[in-house]
Nanobody
Framework: VQLQASGGGLVQAGGSLKLSCAAS????????MSWFRQAPGKEREFVAA????????VYADSVKGRFTISRDNAKNTVYVQMNSLKPEDTAVYYC????????????????????WGQGTLVTVSS
């Protein structure tokens, strides 16, 4: 599967952005999907993940209550709505797919994901 992330940009602290990740292929619901991010000079970190049906969702503590992950299987797209953005949210955001769709497939370990998008830059100014 090929993944194409979009929606990044420059936003002021407290603002909002919605990222999208479009997937190729016809079996999108067969993949658990996730978002990770990597800030300059830091390791890639987990943001959020969602099962193939959307029934199970997991968030990193750092974004819980501010970010919302969702998916539209008819459009082969996963989203993350980011509200109340902080300067520390500045990073390149990556979407990833895992060839496993059940609730047990929603994990935070990046090594479990099989396909990655190219990343989209989010910059939050103070």
């Amino acid at each position: 599967v090929q993944l194409q992330a979009s929606g990044g940009g420059l936003v002021q602290a407290g603002g909002s952005l919605k990222l999208s990740c479009a997937a190729s292929g016809r079996t999108f619901s067969s993949y658990a999907m996730s978002w990770f991010r990597q800030a300059p000079g830091k390791e890639r970190e987990f943001v959020a993940a969602i099962s193939g049906s959307g029934g199970r969702i997991v968030y990193a503590d750092s974004v819980k209550g501010r970010f919302t992950i969702s998916r539209d299987n008819a459009k082969n797209t996963v989203y993350v709505q980011m509200n109340s953005l902080k300067p520390e949210d500045t990073a390149v955001y990556y979407c990833a797919a895992r060839t496993c769709a059940g609730s047990w497939c929603v994990v935070e370990n990046s090594s479990e994901y099989n396909y990655w998008g190219q990343g989209t830059l989010v910059t939050v100014s103070s």
